[in-house]
């Protein structure tokens, strides 16, 4: 199986090759569309503030072909987030994939948002095995409200999108890579849709 990470420049790509090595399998890092567009599964990561990581992503060229992908795509974190309509974070145009505008917590509770949190309403083959109230890992200041495409919800101040699905696209607001054994879980359900 050909895994590509997505290397533009704004992820944390070295945890998730690692993490995928730990489940038996080896992963490429690469910018170019021909390589992942050949691939099987695709990783598309994301850390660090929204606009920046969409200015890499347009000086790529990748900005373009990524919603184009049919194999199974892995948005994480600011991953997720970009792959949106858009996001509050510098007023930042998304790829559009996921019908959610990101938006930021009030001023109400503490962000970014750091640490262990559960997951509920597990509503996809991504979570195959996985429990309700199962524990994920997180860092982030902004979020995709609930809506049509959510497929597991989670709680800070309010109820919002864990993660999202939308045809052969799949975005997570906390990091699998990061999550022990649940995390694991998840990218070998991942791997093996």
């Not at 050909?2 to 992820?11: E, F, L, R, W």
């Not at 996001?87 to 262990?116: A, C, H, M, R, Y």
Request: with cysteine.
């Amino acid at each position: 199986m050909k895994i590509v990470i997505i290397n533009y420049g704004a992820g944390n790509i070295q945890s998730i090759k690692f993490a995928i090595q730990r489940l038996g399998y080896e992963a490429v890092l690469s910018n170019d569309i021909n390589e992942i567009k050949t691939a099987d599964k695709v990783i598309f990561p994301g850390v660090g503030e929204a606009s920046s990581a969409m200015s890499k992503l347009l000086e790529s060229g990748l900005h373009d072909s990524i919603a184009d992908l049919k194999q199974p795509v892995l948005g994480i974190c600011l991953g997720m987030q970009l792959m949106c309509n858009s996001t509050e974070e510098g007023d930042t145009k998304g790829l559009g994939i996921f019908d959610v505008d990101v938006v930021k917590f009030s001023n109400k509770v503490k962000v970014p948002q750091i640490g262990w949190n559960q997951i509920n309403n597990l509503n996809s083959g991504l979570f195959k095995g996985v429990s309700n109230k199962a524990h994920i890992y997180l860092v982030h200041s902004f979020y995709a409200p609930l809506c049509d495409e959510t497929i597991a919800e989670t709680d800070y101040e309010l109820t919002y999108s864990a993660a999202l699905q939308k045809d052969n696209f799949y975005g997570t607001q906390f990091h699998p890579e990061k999550s022990s054994t649940v995390g694991e879980k998840i990218l070998r359900n991942f791997l093996e849709i």
